[in-house]
């Protein structure tokens, strides 16, 4: 079943979030260096990705401050966003199949590639090679086809 409302939205949220906070690649972003409340965030990511699927929620805030202020405690790499990738793409694929999924899944793609380019400049180097990556370099390779 596809994504079609904000509780799926809600569901889906939460189980990435819970994995993410779980990585050992990248949960300690989330609860050493930002100390992310995971109630009190779930709210808001939640009104990012209804506005982003949906166009229905409003969504006022600034989405780069924060990975920008993450960036500057700790560098975001390209292995990073790629385990962000894997684990949205994993938690998208687990609950829902049809175009909203897909759209979720290549929302998150660009979103990665974005936050990426802007924290480390345009020459930012898409390379990874951690386990379990998914290199950023075939996202721009899909986008392309």
């Given amino acids: 079943m596809d994504i079609a409302s904000r509780a799926d939205l809600d569901v889906l949220l939460r189980r990435f979030y819970t ?3 779980a990585d050992p ?3 300690p972003f989330f609860t050493e260096i ?4 995971l109630d009190a965030h779930l709210p808001r990511i939640t009104d990012f990705w209804e ?17 920008a202020a993450l ?5 975001l790499t390209a292995e990073h966003f790629g385990r962000w990738v894997q684990l949205w793409h994993a938690s998208v694929d687990g609950l829902h199949r049809g175009p909203v999924a897909d759209r ?5 793609e660009r ?3 974005a936050m990426l380019r802007r924290l480390g400049g345009k020459d930012a180097s898409i390379a990874g090679d951690g386990p379990g990556f998914i290199p950023l370099a075939t996202l721009e390779l899909r986008r392309a086809a």
């Fill in 19 to 21: 994995a993410a906070f």
């Fill in 25 to 27: 690649l990248i949960g």
């Fill in 34 to 37: 930002a100390g992310t409340d």
């Fill in 51 to 67: 506005r982003a699927l949906f166009r229905a929620a409003e969504y006022r805030r600034d989405a780069f401050g924060p990975h």
């Fill in 71 to 75: 960036h500057t405690a700790r560098p």
């Fill in 104 to 108: 979720a899944k290549a929302q998150g």
């Fill in 111 to 113: 979103i990665a590639l």
